[in-house]
């Protein structure tokens, strides 16, 4: 009975909030005029799309993201699990190209941010890039900027792959070396 009581009092204060005289009011009172539709609706309706708004700006990263994974992700699996080849290239090319764009927006976020409607903008190359023709980002960009550069320069990445693997394993031999030093000499400091 109470909680009743609350909706009675909370829907009093919007029909008087309603026909008070402000710019808000005055607005939806203009706008009842031309289009018929109640005020109290038009409330209702505006209240959403500010709610609508709030949420999709500060969760927009998080659903630009999950859009841009999700179907990717699941049409991947479906390419592994296929005989067909052209599905695996589409997904590969995908993940290539997503991958370069994540590591360019890393560096680029903040100042990319402050744009309006970026995540808009982002949600949409990422769907021109996914998108299941021939002509999609995804094939433009690796084959007129990321497959160009990495041919250019594979000598130049395998030489440092290779000193890098050897680094790696000059390491791993010398502590190879002193964990077997440190169990035959009982731990004993040699220094």
């Known amino acids: 009975m109470a909680d009743n009581e609350h909706v009675k009092e909370a829907t009093c204060k919007v029909k008087q909030f309603l026909n008070e005289k402000n710019w808000f009011t005055d607005a939806l009172a203009f706008i009842e005029s031309k289009t018929g539709v109640d005020r109290k609706y038009l409330l209702v309706g505006t209240v959403t799309l500010v ?5 999709v700006s500060f969760a927009s990263a998080f659903i630009v993201a999950l859009l841009g994974f999700l179907y990717p992700a699941y049409s991947s699996v479906k390419a592994i699990e296929s ?52 002509w999609n980002g995804s094939e433009m960009i690796y084959s007129k900027v990321i497959s160009p550069f990495v041919t250019k320069h594979a000598a130049q990445v395998e030489d440092i792959l290779a000193d890098a693997a050897k680094v790696a394993k000059d390491l791993s031999d010398k502590a190879k070396a002193v964990a077997v030093d440190q169990v035959i000499g009982g731990g004993e400091k040699t220094d």
């Open 51 to 55: 709610m609508l708004y709030f949420a």
């Open 83 to 134: 005989t067909n080849k052209e599905d695996d290239t589409q997904w590969l090319t995908y993940w290539v190209v997503y991958s370069v764009f994540s590591i360019a927006e890393f560096f680029s976020d903040i100042i990319l941010s402050w744009f309006p409607f970026y995540f808009v903008f982002k949600c949409a190359f990422l769907g021109w890039c996914m998108a299941p023709f021939s």
